[in-house]
């Protein structure tokens, strides 16, 4: 069976400085994978996607960058985090069309103060 | 472009209550349709899904139906628990299978 994992869990971190999340899927093959923001008690933001291997797609312009350096790892970065990054992130995998659904990770609670 | 819409809330039932959620889409092609529930703290687990017209989603006694002639996928269960509490996301993928849209989720409470 697919499994999704982030960490880490929870984190906080002062205003300019860096920021690494890992996310990392086993059981699968190839997925799509996804970068979500939850504001507190707001909807979903897709930040980045990514079809493959080096493949990324940004949704919106921000201080976040997104890097996939093997096939099921992603990783959501920035160089100086600003108040307005905290909030909770979210993975997400998809084997694409034959099976459209996603499946997220257990997300990570991000505080910049 | 393709969106959801649904009822923001939130919404407050008596255990054993009958729920609605309405869901509504605007989408090119055919999509798939879903419901998703982020329980506190927690990601968001698929709930049910419905790939085509007419199909019925069900799972842990929710269900909707993918209606196309009114573009809808409304949740409903007839008797919600106090475990029920939690967001509740509507949401569509597109058949290239890359884009997904999801809505604005609602918040459900369920007082014992």
């Known amino acids: 069976s697919q499994t999704i994992h982030q960490w880490p869990a929870t984190l906080v971190q002062p205003v300019g400085s860096p920021l690494s999340l890992e996310c990392t899927v086993e059981?699968?093959?190839?997925?799509?994978l996804y970068w979500y923001r939850q504001a507190a008690g707001r909807g979903l933001q897709l930040l980045f996607y990514s079809v493959g291997i080096g493949q990324i797609s940004s949704e919106v312009p921000q201080n976040l960058s997104a890097s996939r350096p093997q096939d099921r790892q992603f990783i959501l970065s920035s160089k100086k985090l600003l108040l307005s990054d905290s909030g909770f992130y979210l993975c997400?995998?998809?084997?694409?069309?034959?099976?459209?659904?996603?499946?997220f990770g257990p997300g990570t609670r991000l505080t910049v103060l | 472009g393709d969106s959801v819409t649904q009822m923001e809330g939130p919404v407050t039932l008596s255990e054993e209550a009958f729920l609605t959620i309405n869901c509504t889409y605007t989408?090119?092609?055919?999509?798939?349709l879903f419901w998703y529930v982020q329980y506190p703290g927690e990601g968001l687990q698929l709930l049910l899904k419905?790939?085509?017209?007419?199909d019925k989603g069900s799972n842990k006694g929710f269900e909707a139906t993918y209606r196309k002639e009114t573009t809808s996928f409304h949740l409903e269960k007839g008797s919600v628990q106090v475990s029920d509490s939690a967001v509740y996301f509507c949401?569509?993928?597109?058949?290239?299978?890359?884009?997904?849209?999801f809505g604005p989720g609602t918040r459900l409470s369920v007082l014992p």
């Open positions: 419905a790939t085509k017209a007419d």
């Open positions: 059981g699968t093959s190839n997925p799509n």
């Open positions: 989408a090119t092609g055919y999509p798939s």
């Open positions: 997400a995998w998809s084997s694409g069309t034959n099976r459209p659904e996603q499946f």
């Open positions: 949401a569509l993928s597109l058949p290239d299978g890359q884009n997904f849209v």
